[in-house]
């Protein structure tokens, strides 16, 4: 093997673009390894750990590009230049500059063209003063990175409430601002029903059962992880709430949130009930479900309820044994761990090797160093080819994620292994979250993870649903 480590001082791409094109090289014809990534210190770290030579990174910094590579021969490294100025290239818009130099700072990009948002994706220590930045230039801001601390987020949301301004996150991975989606989100039509709340995930399932159904999204407004938190006190959230009710091209609201404090979910509740607007509050616990959630928005719309799709699986067979549960959103998997234990029990949230368990691989623990599982499905693929050999297992429940900034094609990724995993005699379950229009194709992805074994759902309240009775011996 041949490692080259390439530094590019003073070159800078957002952290979703970097993971995608790390993501395409590891997958380029002799690649063993790649990380491309700015110079920050938990990068470097973790170039370490995969063996880089550390001496070749002595002096680099956050504000450097890195491209490291390992491949099996000098002809193999050659192809990668042109796949990673390929894969940092791609999706580019016209509004990108051309002949002019780059602004390096917010606030003297925003007064250059007249912007009145700013997204942050950068690292998380960096982010707070970029976005302070941005608030005092008179920007919303969306702030895409995480690791960002509690402290600052609350000095960011109070600078925002002085200035009549909304701050999207920090830790905010999805959002859709008049109808242009931002971080990750799906392509969905345009309409009259808006959204805001402290869920990347239960958004995106959302709109994209609204979409199903043939309603359309004006806006989505993401409130970061911690906004419903007692410390934060639903800051953002209110805020978004009170804008979109005097919104007169919104015509439902809905609240959507992962587990809530409940000091704060009685602040919101309150806050919708005072509404002009209706109001759907939509917060994750038991009893609540994101399809119940869209069929309410119906109703407030003269709609019947919706039956959403189903791909459903070419056999029903499976061998009998606990629940395995691999997501890569915090608030599906909070959705249906409420759906689930109430059918087979108390369920592991962490990785266990026995018992039934449902993870977030999202989360921050499995994150650390490396893409999110929306556009690097590694660690989930092989947690899924160990559940193949577990005979503690029966029944395996995981999502994936179509949409803007997501993997291109997951289906091919996770097929071989459900393959593997129906053979064994392993039910599979999938909710596939994506709308019609999104680039990666609904029914080709779905398409694919039928045809390997799969039963799918468009909605996961029902996929989990599913799984609960196949574990529990009703179905």
Same mark, same amino acid.
């Given at each position: ?24 090289? %590891? ?35 956050? +504000?450097?590009? #890195? ?6 021969? @000098? ?27 780059p602004a390096h700072l917010v606030e003297t ?15 998380? %220590? ?9 608030l005092r230039a008179g920007l919303h801001v969306?702030? $895409?990175?995480? +690791? ?23 830790? !905010? ?27 990347? *995930? ?5 709109? !994209? ?65 005072? !509404? ?31 039956? $959403?799709? #189903? ?15 691999? $997501? ?8 249906? %761990?409420?759906?689930? @234990? ?37 660690? %989930?693929?092989?947690?899924? @080819?160990?559940?193949? *050999? ?16 997501? +993997? ?24 596939? !979250? ?20 799969? /039963?799918? $759902?468009?909605? +996961?309240? /029902? ?13």
């Amino acid at each position: 093997m041949i490692d080259r480590i390439t530094v590019h001082s003073g070159r800078y791409h957002d952290s979703v673009r970097l993971m995608q094109a790390s993501q395409v090289l %590891r997958t380029a014809a002799g690649v063993e390894e790649a990380l491309v990534a700015m110079g920050t210190e938990l990068n470097l770290t973790l170039l370490e750990d995969l063996h880089f030579d550390p001496e070749q990174l002595v002096g680099v910094g956050p +504000n450097d590009l #890195i491209v490291a590579v390992r491949a099996v021969d @000098e002809a193999a490294l050659a192809t990668t230049d042109q796949v990673l100025e390929e894969a940092l290239a791609a999706k580019r818009g016209s509004s990108e500059p051309t002949d002019s130099p780059p602004a390096h700072l917010v606030e003297t990009a925003a007064a250059t063209i007249g912007a009145n948002l700013a997204l942050i994706s950068i690292p998380g %220590r960096y982010a707070f003063v970029e976005a302070m930045g941005a608030l005092r230039a008179g920007l919303h801001v969306m702030v $895409f990175s995480d +690791n960002v601390s509690i402290e600052h987020e609350i000095l960011l949301k109070e600078e925002a409430a002085k200035r009549d301004l909304l701050v999207m996150g920090p830790d !905010c991975g999805t959002s859709i601002v008049g109808g242009i989606g931002l971080g990750f989100a799906n392509a969905v039509r345009p309409g009259s029903v808006s959204l805001v709340g402290a869920s990347g *995930t239960g958004i995106q399932q959302l709109t !994209c059962l609204l979409d199903d159904a043939g309603v359309g999204i004006r806006h989505a407004w993401g409130t970061g992880s911690r906004d419903l938190s007692e410390a934060v006190g639903g800051s953002s959230t209110l805020r978004g709430l009170t804008a979109l009710d005097a919104d007169p091209g919104t015509d439902v609201i809905v609240v959507v949130s992962k587990p809530p404090a409940t000091e704060v979910a009685t602040a919101v509740r309150a806050a919708a009930a005072h !509404c002009s607007t209706p109001v759907v509050v939509a917060f994750m616990e038991p009893g609540s479900t994101l399809e119940g959630a869209a069929n309410a928005v119906l109703s407030l719309l003269g709609r019947e309820p919706a039956t $959403f799709t #189903i791909w459903p699986a070419a056999s029903g067979d499976h061998r009998s044994g606990g629940l395995r549960g691999l $997501f890569s959103g915090g608030t599906l998997r909070d959705e249906a %761990r409420f759906i689930v @234990e109430p059918v087979i029990g108390p369920l592991f949230l962490t990785e266990t090797t026995e018992g039934s368990s449902l993870v977030d691989y999202g989360d921050d623990l499995y994150t650390e160093g490396r893409a999110h599982p929306m556009i690097d499905q590694t660690v %989930r693929l092989e947690r899924l @080819e160990s559940t193949v *050999t577990n005979t503690s297992i029966g029944v395996v429940l995981l999502d994936v994620v179509l949409g803007y900034g997501a +993997n291109p094609d997951p289906a091919v990724e996770l097929a071989p292994v459900i393959r593997e995993l129906s053979g064994a005699g392993i039910a599979v379950v999938a909710t596939l !979250c994506g709308s019609k229009g999104d680039p990666q194709g609904l029914d080709y992805q779905a398409g694919l993870l039928q045809k390997a074994g799969a /039963a799918v $759902f468009l909605s +996961n309240a /029902a996929a989990a649903t599913r799984a609960a009775e196949l574990v529990g011996g009703e179905a």
